[in-house]
């Protein structure tokens, strides 16, 4: 089973950055895309952005599309988010995911790290 260990999280500003990062140690398959998910109070968890084994191939929610940037580092077995043009809204605790394979799917994720808090003050 692989461990997925979130960082970075904190209380920003509007308008200010964070760069939350995951690692994975355990059991990692050769392959695995990885992705980012939040989940603010009373509401459902919702995607935030995903990408691909090689990094070559990006996906990105529509609320969060050009502030917030997905990366990843297969030598450290980590993959960050960088947000930038933070809102209130973004408000959330957001988890890393893994799915086992190439690239990202609309499936269900393999397995879930355990979540950072990101609030965002008006």
């Known amino acids: 089973q692989v461990k997925l260990v979130e960082s970075g999280g904190g209380l920003v500003q509007a308008g200010g950055s964070l760069r939350l990062s995951c690692a994975a140690s355990?059991?990692?398959?050769?392959?695995?895309?990885m992705g980012w998910f939040r989940q603010a109070p009373g509401k459902e968890r919702e995607f935030v952005a995903a990408i691909s084994w090689s990094g070559s191939t990006t996906y990105y929610a529509d609320s969060v599309k050009g502030r917030f940037t997905i990366s990843r580092d297969n030598a450290k077995n980590t993959v960050y988010l960088q947000m930038n043009s933070l809102k209130p809204e973004d408000t959330a605790v957001y988890y890393c995911?893994?799915?086992?394979?190439?690239?990202?799917?609309?499936?269900?994720?393999?397995?879930w790290g355990q979540g950072t808090q990101v609030t965002v003050s008006s």
């Open positions: 355990g059991q990692i398959f050769s392959y695995y895309a």
């Open positions: 995911a893994v799915q086992y394979g190439m690239t990202w799917s609309s499936r269900h994720p393999d397995d």
